[in-house]
């Protein structure tokens, strides 16, 4: 009998990568914190759930799942255990508040 090695996990097919990634308007705060000090860029979801989101070795998640967040704010949620369920209930309610933001 043998055994055929699986082949590579297969992407989710509608990924959305940007080449520009959303920018945020001026006078844009954080989700956060609601800081306005001009550092805001686009964070993206970095939670328990992520691979189920597009990310893998050197992917990030969907650019549409992204939190408007201050450098402050975005070096504490890329550094907080990806393990962390409370983490993950957190940032995916940061992304929620940024599209409700961006309409």
Not at 38 to 59: C, D, E, M, N
Not at 77 to 88: A, E, F, L, P, Y
């Amino acid at each position: 009998m043998t055994f055929e090695k699986p082949g590579p996990k297969k992407r989710p097919s509608k990924i959305k990568r940007t080449v520009r990634l959303h920018s945020t308007k001026s006078g844009t705060c954080c989700v956060r914190c609601g800081v306005e000090d001009g550092t805001i860029v686009p964070a993206h979801y970095s939670g328990f759930r992520k691979h189920a989101y597009g990310s893998g070795t050197g992917l990030k998640v969907d650019d549409r799942l992204t939190a408007d967040l201050c450098r402050k704010c975005h070096e504490y949620m890329d550094g907080v255990r990806t393990d962390d369920i409370q983490h993950s209930e957190e940032f995916l309610h940061l992304i929620i508040l940024t599209m409700l933001s961006r309409d």
